[in-house]
T-cell receptor
Framework: AQSVTQLDSHVSVSEGTPVLLRCNYS??????LFWYVQHPNKGLQLLLK??????LVKGINGFEAEFKKSETSFHLTKPSAHMSDAAEYFC??????????????FGTGTQLKVEL | DGGITQSPKYLFRKEGQNVTLSCEQN?????MYWYRQDPGQGLRLIYY???????QKGDIAEGYSVSREKKESFPLTVTSAQKNPTAFYLC???????????????FGSGTQLSVL
């Protein structure tokens, strides 16, 4: 069984300040982890993914996330927020098992608001 | 251009009526998925298909049915047995069904279903 918890449903930051979106997961196997972003009126877009290579993963638009097995966390960060970052962000876990459909479990989402 | 097309964008259902949501992809992907998105909840898996003529129930399959007669098409029928069908429905696909390196999902633009 696998699960993912996004600890904050809403995060508000000022433009130019750091962003931290928190995600904790549980998985019976070595998981793959993803962050997706959903902008209003647009489809979901993959930001970055971890698949057992380097624990610090760099994604698009300056975002990165660090896989910490000891803390079962995969928090998303960005050094400096931009207005265009305002969107909803989903943390996703996959157990990566073959034959199981590689079902993905989505977190409940974090709405990021960026203020001037 | 390759991609996933969902139609219609908005759909209304009357009480006791079955409605079918279309999902077509020209990416030559093996696996296709249907997710449902409700406010405050993460995407939940309804049905998925790893290969033509085969599909499996996801976490919330009751009240839904699917077919996979062609590789490029995975229509979802919301039946009258689904008592709370109002939601945003997302179709997704990905190239393969095994291993950790190919779980990136490609998403359609979604269908908003509402009950009259």
């Amino acid at each position: 069984a696998q699960s993912v918890t996004q600890l904050d449903s809403h995060v508000s930051v000022s433009e130019g300040t750091p962003v931290l979106l928190r995600c904790n997961y549980s998985s019976s196997y070595s998981p793959s982890l993803f962050w997706y972003v959903q902008h209003p009126n647009k489809g979901l877009q993959l930001l970055l993914k971890y698949t057992s290579a380097a624990t610090l993963v760099k994604g698009i638009n300056g975002f990165e996330a660090e896989f910490k097995k000891s803390e079962t966390s995969f928090h998303l960060t960005k050094p400096s927020a931009h207005m265009s970052d305002a969107a909803e962000y989903f943390c996703v876990v996959s157990d990566g098992l073959t034959g199981g459909g590689n079902k993905l479990t989505f977190g409940t989402g974090t709405q990021l608001k960026v203020e001037l | 251009d390759g991609g996933i097309t969902q139609s219609p964008k908005y759909l209304f259902r009357k009480e006791g009526q079955n409605v079918t949501l279309s999902c077509e992809q020209n990416l030559n992907h093996d696996a296709m998925y249907w997710y449902r998105q409700d406010p405050g909840q993460g995407l939940r898996l309804i049905y998925y298909s790893q290969i033509v003529n085969d599909f499996q129930k996801g976490d919330i399959a009751e009240g839904y049915s699917v077919s996979r007669e062609k590789k490029e098409s995975f229509p979802l029928t919301v039946t009258s047995a689904q008592k709370n069908p109002t939601a945003f429905y997302l179709c997704a696909s990905r190239p393969g069904t095994g291993g950790k390196g190919n779980e990136k999902l490609f998403f359609g633009s979604g269908t908003q279903l509402s009950v009259l």
